[in-house]
């Protein structure tokens, strides 16, 4: 049975970091590529990282390039999303799944709430 647990998310000030956590059971991070999603309320749903499976390469979404870096750890099956210089707009909730794009996510987990405020 597929599943993935986010954590991490929380409440910080504009300028902060927060580091999100994936944790998959029932199949290997190593044989998929694996990302991140965020929905904002009244917002569509947005691609924000795409870790490959093949190469390590990853794309990133164009409003998080330079601040989000993500990295997967193969012992403990854990992916993480590390987001620095947040701004308000990076308010959402946030999803780990596959992916084969930052357009295309599947199997995602329950989402963590990342709140950035003054």
């Known amino acids: 049975q597929v599943q993935l647990v986010e954590s991490g998310g929380g409440a910080v000030q504009p300028g902060g970091s927060l580091r999100l956590s994936c944790v998959a059971s029932?199949?290997?991070?190593?044989?998929?590529?694996i990302g991140w999603f965020r929905q904002a309320p009244g917002k569509e749903r947005e691609g924000v990282s795409c870790?490959?499976?093949?190469?390590?390469?990853?794309d990133y979404g164009d409003s998080v390039k330079g601040r989000f870096t993500i990295s997967r750890d193969s012992t403990h099956n854990t992916a993480y999303l590390q987001m620095n210089n947040l701004k308000p707009e990076d308010t959402a909730v946030y999803y780990c799944?596959?992916?084969?794009?930052?357009?295309?996510?599947?199997?995602w987990g329950q989402g963590t709430q990342v709140t950035v405020s003054s």
């Open positions: 799944a596959r992916c084969r794009s930052l357009f295309s996510f599947t199997s």
């Open positions: 029932g199949f290997l991070l190593d044989a998929f590529a």
């Open positions: 870790l490959s499976a093949h190469d390590g390469s990853a």
